[in-house]
């Protein structure tokens, strides 16, 4: 069964930085676009980061744009979200999510909006905590 793992979270202050990094079992994250998503207590999930199969497609959040950055390890089949500058309300649980098939873009437009695609493969979620 494909499954997807997250690491790299834990506890920082303000100001610092966390590395969180994606893998995946039974399928090769370097055929899909991979996107970040992030979930606080009592809010709805959104979309943080997404990167395509082609280097240099990256989407990021209005609210994270300057601060993460996210990147692939192709021989590794990885993908990381680098962290800088964490805020309190950076705080959530993150997660990392493919589409059912390969191939497709991270970003669709349908009904007059542009959005991220619904992810179908997740990871457990791992948990960044900014506090001072």
């Known amino acids: 069964q494909a499954r997807l793992v997250e690491s790299g979270g834990g506890l920082e202050q303000p100001g610092g930085s966390l590395r969180l990094s994606c893998g995946a079992h039974?399928?090769?994250?370097?055929?899909?676009?991979v996107a970040w998503f992030r979930q606080a207590p009592g809010q709805e999930r959104e979309v943080v980061s997404c990167?395509?199969?082609?280097?240099?497609?990256?989407y990021y959040a209005d609210s994270v744009k300057g601060r993460f950055t996210i990147s692939r390890d192709s021989r590794k089949g990885l993908v990381y979200l680098q962290m800088f500058s964490l805020k309190t309300e950076d705080t959530a649980v993150y997660y990392c999510?493919?589409?059912?098939?390969?191939?497709?873009?991270?970003?669709?437009?349908?009904?007059?909006?542009?959005?991220?695609?619904?992810?179908?493969?997740w990871g457990q979620g791992t948990q960044v905590t900014v506090s001072s």
């Open positions: 990167i395509s199969t082609r280097d240099g497609d990256t």
């Open positions: 999510s493919t589409e059912k098939e390969p191939g497709g873009p991270c970003l669709y437009y349908s009904g007059g909006r542009t959005s991220i695609f619904d992810g179908y493969y």
């Open positions: 039974a399928l090769n994250l370097d055929y899909y676009a």
